[in-house]
């Protein structure tokens, strides 16, 4: 399963998608924020089925991004003491 990130367009997402999506089998609601986004574990194939059914909301695929390295990195040259 893959975790995909589900996100209301205020114009069209009717108050209660959440609540639907949230009782579907294989489906695991992991963060929820208002009803106007959610972090979902689910089968592709099956949120592929539901995007008709949910048009007033964008689904995407959960995307990492590693943290920059933000500790200096180590000189090699010689600090010129003997």
């Known amino acids: ?23 579907l089998r294989d489906v695991t609601v992991i963060d929820e924020i208002n009803n106007r986004a959610a972090l979902v574990e ?10 008709h059914c949910l048009p007033g909301w964008l689904i995407e ?7 920059p390295d933000k500790r200096p990195p ?4 010689d600090n010129g003491e003997d």
Do not use: C, N, Y
């Open 61 to 67: 695929e959960e995307r990492l991004h590693p943290r």
């Open 42 to 51: 689910a089968p592709e194939a099956l949120l592929e089925k539901m995007r």
């Open 1 to 23: 399963m893959s975790r995909f990130v589900l996100t209301a367009r205020a114009d069209i997402a009717r108050p209660g998608d959440l609540d639907i999506i949230s009782k």
């Open 74 to 77: 180590i000189s090699l040259t």
